[in-house]
């Protein structure tokens, strides 16, 4: 069981938060003009990496907001919680904020 | 050495002492024609098809840990084929009757028992949708039918009828030939018949770079020691993102925790194999007497092999609503496999971006059921270095031209 850090409502059960996916995915500037690899690697491909994962949550039954996590895949410990838009922490080489 | 009745009455009366070992433990040689990552099912069926239809000798099974050890291990062992789309339908009951046959072809008992799956309809709008599905899936033609209330009734005596039970039940949909087996007999019985065609499986060698010039494979690097191969194959199911990326490539593939759970055996009382997709919760009781329980994956990105709480206690929770008899019964085991979820939650098989590699991913919660058909088409994709035709639509290229089979309302499940 994860207990996750809303930065509203402080540290919360995960059975109040749903996972958004990946974070930092940056949606084509001009969508119309990109070919549709670019356009697929936008919608589709992800990084899943087994160690730090970059991604968004919602606070889907508390506060109502999305704000990104750090956490890693295997542990599921969470290194780092930050805003939406904020880019990503710089992490140590154990992989702390 | 071939395993028959006489075999089993020889080995009785000399106090089975004197079986040989079923495969070989060789070493890793330093080339092989093709590589299989992935010592599983699909892995293993793979390399018992090339070799057995395509004549391939040379060719190394790697496995990380012990064979048949990750998803192959982990999964409930449900084979079915009741899919939507004419895609998924032709794959999967082709795979169904590799199923029905695979003990004969592989000389080892695989414990198939075909007794019939029931998805529960708990909602009359659940049920018009199953008239749909099972009337799609008549015409293709795949057997399905409906049970009325008092069919249900009748074949699963264990299930909450009340008029007030929080999940009722209004119906259900029903594939007959759909089937429990025994997992660990798969991995075996494949692993046995690709030794015994000179297939190498090397346990306990991880995969920790893949070589690629000139946008070709060449070859791998493992913890024991390097292997050129112009041909490797890819089908290490919820850690496919990792392997992928040592030759360069991002799938579009999001690895999630599936869990599962055994009680305590109990004698048989429990006929066939019964799911409850509103509150995603299936069950069977296996030949020993357990009942096995499985659920919905956790849906955020996970590589731990545990499963949470909270989705342990949402399949417990539907359990004792649906089967208020099985409420006092003790849960021996619980755990979780990673499973390779797809956008669409198809699967992604056959050629990539990169000559001579070959993918079989995006199995999802339901690559068991897939691992014949899987092995087959994938063995003749590799020596034909063109995509079978069952597997065609499912390749990596469809995430670009943008034609999924989007099979996640039709799975038989809600995700």
Redesign the interface.
């Known amino acids: 069981?994860?207990r996750i850090e809303c930065p509203c409502c402080g540290l919360r059960s995960?059975?109040e938060f749903?996972?958004g996916?990946?974070s930092h995915v940056a949606r084509p500037a001009e969508p119309a003009a990109v070919d549709?690899?670019t356009w697929?690697?936008y919608?589709?491909?992800?990084?899943?990496?087994?160690g730090v994962?970059y991604?968004r949550w919602h606070h889907r039954y508390g506060c109502g907001q999305w704000f990104n996590v750090a956490r890693d895949?295997?542990?599921?410990e969470i290194v780092a919680v930050y805003p939406m838009g904020a880019g990503k922490p710089q992490l140590d080489r154990g992989g702390r904020a | 050495m071939r395993y028959s009745a006489l075999s089993l009455l020889r080995g009785a009366l000399n106090g089975h002492r004197d079986w040989p070992q079923a495969w070989r433990n060789p070493s890793l040689k330093g080339s092989y024609d093709a590589v299989i990552v992935g010592g599983g099912g699909h892995g293993l069926a793979t390399a018992y098809y090339l070799a057995k239809q395509h004549g391939m000798r040379n060719i190394a099974v790697l496995e990380k840990g012990w064979l048949g050890g990750g998803n192959t291990g982990r999964n409930t062992a449900v084979s079915r084929s009741n899919y939507f789309y004419p895609e998924s339908t032709r794959f999967f009951d082709h795979s169904l009757r590799l199923y029905e046959g695979l003990g004969r072809e592989l000389n080892f008992n695989i414990m198939l028992s075909q007794q019939g799956i029931i998805g529960l309809a708990a909602s009359r709008h659940e049920l018009e949708t199953y008239r749909r599905w099972v009337t799609a899936m008549q015409l293709q033609p795949v057997d399905a039918e409906l049970l009325t209330r008092d069919q249900v009734a009748a074949r699963v005596p264990l299930l909450n009828m009340s008029r007030r039970a929080r999940y009722p039940v209004y119906g259900a949909f029903m594939q007959k030939r759909g089937a429990i087996s025994r997992h660990d007999a798969v991995a075996w019985g494949y692993a046995r018949a690709a030794d015994a065609l000179g297939v190498d499986i090397i346990q306990h060698c991880e995969v920790t770079g893949i070589d690629v010039a000139g946008g070709a494979v060449c070859g791998l690097r493992t913890t024991q020691g390097t292997v050129r191969s112009d041909k490797v194959a890819l089908a290490v199911a919820g850690?496919s993102?990792?392997l992928a990326a040592m030759a360069g490539l991002?799938?579009?593939?999001?690895?999630q925790a599936l869990q599962a759970m055994v009680t305590e055996p109990v004698k048989p009382c429990f006929d066939h194999i019964v799911i409850s997709p509103a509150v995603h919760c299936y069950l069977s009781q296996s030949d020993r007497g357990e009942f096995v329980i499985g659920g919905g994956t956790d849906?955020?990105?996970?590589?731990?092999q545990r499963g949470?709480?909270?989705g342990t206690e949402a399949v417990l929770g539907a359990v004792v609503e649906l089967y208020p008899a099985l409420s006092r019964m003790r849960l021996m085991r619980q755990w979780a496999g990673i499973v390779d979820i797809s956008?669409d939650t198809s699967p992604i098989i056959g050629k990539t971006p990169v000559t001579g590699l070959y993918l079989s991913t995006g199995w999802g919660t339901g690559g068991y059921k897939a691992i014949p058909a899987g092995g087959e088409t994938l063995a003749w994709t590799m020596a034909e270095d063109r995509p079978h035709e069952l597997i065609e639509p499912f390749g990596l290229d469809r995430?670009?031209?943008?034609r999924l089979i989007d099979e996640g309302a039709a799975s038989g499940v809600a995700h």
């Open positions: 069981m994860m995960e059975d749903r996972c996916g990946e549709d690899e697929s690697a919608l589709y491909l992800r990084e899943n990496p087994k994962h991604e895949l295997v542990s599921h | 850690h993102s990792e991002r799938l579009p593939i999001e690895s849906l955020y990105p996970s590589y731990g949470s709480l909270r956008p995430f670009v031209s943008g």
